[in-house]
């Protein structure tokens, strides 16, 4: 038997046995510093406030789907603002202003809330911030009449949208 004196780093497999835990640590470094970097945040913390309201909501829905109303929206100014068209009520019946929510399905940190003027039959209003990629959840709502409408929209792949009252 030949006998090697070599000292143990000059030999390949205690190498190849702290390769394996050697990675992992890392990827648990890479894992921390992603986690760290990318909060997304509660998208919405407060459930109990949020069930209480869910029949003032469906009271709101069902108003405006007794009204018959429909809302056409559009971004404008590259992107800057947004334009609502309402229709179903009398023009002597519209509102000064309305309130748009743009709201992210999982990120609460870039949701919205933009008050819309009325200016002739059409409302506009500035963006905060120019929406993100995906599908959002677009809420128009009348505090002093009392009503609610709700609907999706890829702001991405589609210029406009046109969001109907509908009683859930």
Do not use: C
């Not at 780093?9 to 640590?25: F, N, Q, S, T």
């Not at 995906?134 to 991405?156: S, T």
Request: aromatic residues 8%; hydrophobic residues 45%; glycine residues 8%.
């Amino acid at each position: 038997m030949t006998q090697n004196n070599a000292p143990w780093y000059k030999h390949r497999w205690p190498w190849i046995l702290m390769a394996g835990p050697a990675i992992v640590i890392v990827a648990g470094f890479v894992t921390a510093w992603l986690a760290i970097v990318s909060n997304d945040g509660l998208v919405d913390d407060n459930y109990y406030k949020v069930g209480l309201s869910v029949n003032q909501e469906l009271k709101q829905r069902q108003l405006a789907a007794e009204l018959n109303l429909k809302a056409s929206l559009a971004l404008i100014d590259n992107g800057q603002g947004v334009s609502l068209t309402l229709s179903g009520l009398p023009k002597e019946a519209l509102p000064d202003s309305l309130q748009l929510r743009l709201v992210h399905p999982t990120r609460k940190g870039e949701d919205q809330t933009i008050n819309l003027v009325r200016q002739g039959s059409v409302y506009q209003g500035v963006l905060a911030t120019k929406p993100g990629t995906g599908r959002w959840r677009v809420v128009i709502e009348d505090h002093l009449a009392g009503w609610r409408m709700d609907g999706a929209w890829d702001i991405q792949s589609q210029a406009g949208v046109t969001v109907f009252a509908r009683p859930q």
